[in-house]
């Protein structure tokens, strides 16, 4: 449906806007608009072959963090309960799940500065999925539906270390349905998240804190726990004030 990418302006398979409103307010020439002498958008066949991911070219360069598959099972993070340290596998299905704005907020601190995270859009698709089944019974695996989803790898600035020469790394984002700022958001975070795996300092930000976003970003957790205040507590608040009675008289007597 969508593909785009900021740092190739020729990539195989092309680039390929789809609907968005991202340029609309770029327009120049808006005596265009006016006179409605707006061309047509050129329309061109569904490529039906494999299209390759664009950082495969800086892969090819050795530019980039190569992602090493270390046949690990991932984790369920809806059938396992979170635990800390986590791992990669855990944090993108966290993230995936996220309230999009806490996202946003965090992926704006890296890139004014808190976390040092400054990032290209390598790639970003939009597209269907099969959401294949597993009849464990019969041995046999089933299409149920298709889905919507988006995808963005970002490229990141690594200054390089002893053991390891200057190279861009990795962040990547995956969610449900036509959400780009999401996935970006979401790309950003994770990188920033790896900052002990790329062997960069822990400088206090907010998106370097796993623990912290992780136990945070869960919308319906977040919404259920904030909504709760508007119950009835007059017995917490009861038991408060006459604590609060208790150390004012006794703060009365000692003056």
């Not at 039906?48 to 050795?62: A, D, Q």
């Not at 390891?164 to 959400?179: E, I, M, V």
């Not at 999401?182 to 907010?206: I, T």
Request: charged share 30%; glycine share 6%; proline share 4%.
């Amino acid at each position: 449906m969508r593909r785009i990418s900021a740092t190739y302006k020729d990539i195989p398979g092309k680039q390929k806007l789809g609907p968005t409103f991202d340029y609309t307010h770029r327009l120049l020439d808006f005596s265009l608009l006016a006179e409605g002498n707006i061309p047509k958008a050129e329309k061109r066949k569904v490529l039906k072959e494999k299209i390759p991911h664009v950082l495969r070219f800086l892969n090819k360069e050795g530019l980039i963090q190569k992602e090493k598959n270390n046949n690990y099972q991932p984790k369920d993070i809806t059938r396992n309960p979170l635990e800390f340290p986590a791992n990669r596998s855990e944090r993108l299905q966290s993230l995936s799940r996220a309230d999009e704005g806490f996202l946003l907020a965090l992926a704006y601190s890296t890139q004014r500065g808190y976390a040092r995270n400054h990032a290209f859009v390598g790639e970003l698709r939009i597209g269907y999925v099969k959401v294949k089944y597993n009849i464990p019974e019969l041995d046999i695996e089933i299409d149920i539906a298709e889905i919507i989803v988006t995808e963005c790898e970002s490229v990141n600035q690594f200054q390089g270390s002893k053991k390891t020469p200057a190279q861009f790394t990795r962040g990547y984002g995956l969610t449900f349905g036509q959400l780009e700022r999401k996935a970006v958001s979401m790309a950003l975070v994770d990188r920033a998240l790896r900052w002990k795996e790329v062997g960069e300092e822990f400088v206090g930000a907010p998106a370097q804190d796993e623990e912290f976003v992780l136990s945070h970003c869960d919308n319906i957790q977040a919404t259920g726990f904030l909504e709760h205040l508007k119950l009835p507590h007059y017995v917490d608040f009861q038991s408060e004030l006459e604590l609060v009675r208790r150390i004012r008289k006794e703060y009365e007597k000692n003056k």
